[in-house]
């Protein structure tokens, strides 16, 4: 699974903005210029992980949450992330994914092999 580099982009712009960090001052920290710094919040340019390590420190965030919008210190870690997808869906794909997850939330999760069972009975559908 390639990044997204869209969404990596939206991250670090929020992490900042939420820092009350301008995008100049980043660049400067970061000894980048700022048109750079603008084109990796905008998706445009691709950054390596010794550089998303760099703004993940100077925004007081892991990296981790960079790449995937995960904070497990939050039950709401997805939600974000989950809005994002479905934005992106039809109206009939928004409608099955809530059908699929009206049928989740009625499964006790106690076990894996329970999960596993009821992920092969959705998949018949």
Known sequence: MLPDYDVIGRRIRTARLEQN?????????LEVSVAFMSRVERGKSKINLKRLTQIAELLNVSPGYLLTGSNVASKDYLKEDFRMLLDKCTPEQQKLIYQISELVSKIKLESKENIYKQCTVIKKY
């Open 21 to 29: 960090i301008r995008q100049e001052e980043l660049a400067d920290k």
